[in-house]
């Protein structure tokens, strides 16, 4: 069976989901429904005191889907372990997607706080899922200090431009022990299937399905797309063939065998 | 912990894909079943990627066919990866004794040959005999004399060779973590050690006695000394024991777990194959070809194409001239295995013969030949280490 | 007057009008508490302890719930 294995726990499809973005709570459900995902992000931000709006976390069904809090908001080190024990306290998860954005514009994440926070939040027992830039040698070391995946991105949250980081992504991939799940910047389910047939283990998608014209719909082909990718990658494609330069025979000394 | 981390250790890799023996059979049916379809498409995949259907398809005979194609690209990824050069090293043998008895060893403790070790001034002369050729890379080898060659003989030796050596690595036995951390300290970067065969009952019948006839011990060497901060992590198996193109696939997997687990440090792949030896019957071994081992080396650079690849005098002057173009980086040169070989006082039995006799300078003169420049001093651990008073 | 700090704004009230409990300062604002966290003056309070954990005049409490994020 080709699960998903994050910190122990075993899912069946490869597309995480975002919540923002959603024009209201009821498509939202909806799109997370038609996407198979297992596994929602939520952000955690003040309440609204003017103005009761819905709850969005009603909208979510918490025995059907792993609710994953993100710490989006947070500049710092310190303020991304406060948000995650807010939402831990609220929730009773430990389960943190880890996002440390000071940069309001492209809200790219900061590689130094994050992987401070990645360490405090592990040590207190948290499964800390770190958003970083493509980055492998970060990568390496924040599951040193045990992160349960790493969540690299494709390019920057909301641009939709696909996999700009490819060849990070791949080291990244090649050099993992935990799964790689790539996050951020995906806009089609092409980018998807491209990012699971270089062998990332999962994705998280938002924004493309969020704004699109019919997310229902959009969040079925993302879906279609994780799938096909990754049984592209487990059926082993066939790459650009090598083309070795022409050179004198290296191998002709054999020929007396 | 969680429970996926608990999974993750060599033995249990490779008893889960039957590399530990129990597998034989169904590993040698696969390999004999390749298609050389199944070639072709190991071959279109970036070098470097490394899965092991890829490696397996790549040793099998099928791909036999291929070997100049394999060698093309495995001559331009090691170009790039390394340029066109060759580590140059010389082996220091300090000692003789030994307290195992693996078979096919000439240094086998029920082997009846006058016993010789080196004190700590013969080896600097021994050195100096070395260093005067020009290497500045040097190997300390050892059979297990711990009594001995101890380690604190050993850190003494290293901070008195470190003037003269910028890299000192050591092929010796096999230590604790902390033994191999006092190493680190001293100035020694690099441990080479030998699982001789991953295959557990063949293991078993060559390696009757001694602390070395403990298979999962010897397994966990690896991990000990890369734990310990070594910098260079040399790995191999004596090829003859086994069969060779299992392994390879069993030596892969242990390259993989640990790059994957000790990312800090290079692993690197050594190709003893088995020599002649005094007093040791040859007509046991499973002994590989030429072609064999080129499709071993071929095979491995295709799938590590960042891993150290070293080749011995143990082999043919004419085989490690053509090798160098193949994906070797770091070969030994003018070298002597009987301790007291280079001040040669001593007329003391070696580990096994050598093949390829030509001095430093005559390899030094081929590699040029073949536009490659001999490097002598790579990384000079010298720098971070506090100074040595001369 | 009693002063809290609800949010980063403060609220201003006459002493017997000042909730006594966090319970009572939900409902006072029309908010459901079984979705909402609550940080007092730094201090994470668990949702079961809200009943029981009194206000002060002066102190600042963050009201907290999820929302929509990537």
Redesign the interface.
Known sequence: MDELIIAGRKFNSRLLIGTGKYSSSAVMAKAIEASGAEIVTVALRRVDITNQNDDMLTAIDRDKYLLLPNTSGARTADEAIRLSRLARAATGINWVKLEVTPDPYYLLPDPIETLKAAEILVKEGFVVLPYINADPILSKKLQDVGTATVMPLASPIGSNQGLKTRSAIEIIIEQANVPVVVDAGLGLPSHAAEAMEIGADAVLVNTAIATAADPVKMAESFKLAVQAGRMAFVSGAAAESQKASASSPLTGFLRNE | M???EKQ?DIKNILADRGLDGWGKDIWMKRLGEIKPSEVE?A???????YVL?RLLILLSPAAENY???M???A??VTLRRFGRTVRLYAPLYLSNYCVNGCVYCGFNKSNPFPRIRLSIEQALAEADIIAKEGFRDLLLVSSEDKEFISVDYLCELATKLRPKFSSISVEIYQMATDEYAKLFAAGIEGVTLYQETYDRDTYRKYHLSGPKADYDYRLSAPDSYAKAGMREIGIGALLGLSDWRLETLSLAEHAQYL???Y?QSRVSFSFPRLRPAKDVDQSQFNLL???NL?QMILALRLCFADAGMTISTREPA??RD?LV??GITRMSAGSKTNPGGYTNHTGSVGQFEIDDKRTPAQIAAMLKSQNLEPVWKDWDAGFLLPPVSH | MNVLKVNGKEKTFAPDKMPATIVDLLKLLGIDSATVVAELDGQIIERANFAATALKDGQSIELVRFVGGG
């Open positions: 969680s429970v996926i993750i498409w071959l279109s995949r970036k070098p470097g990627y259907d070997l100049e194609q060698a093309q690209i001559h331009q790059m994957k687990h990312w070809s030429d072609k080129v004419y085989l053509h173009t193949l």
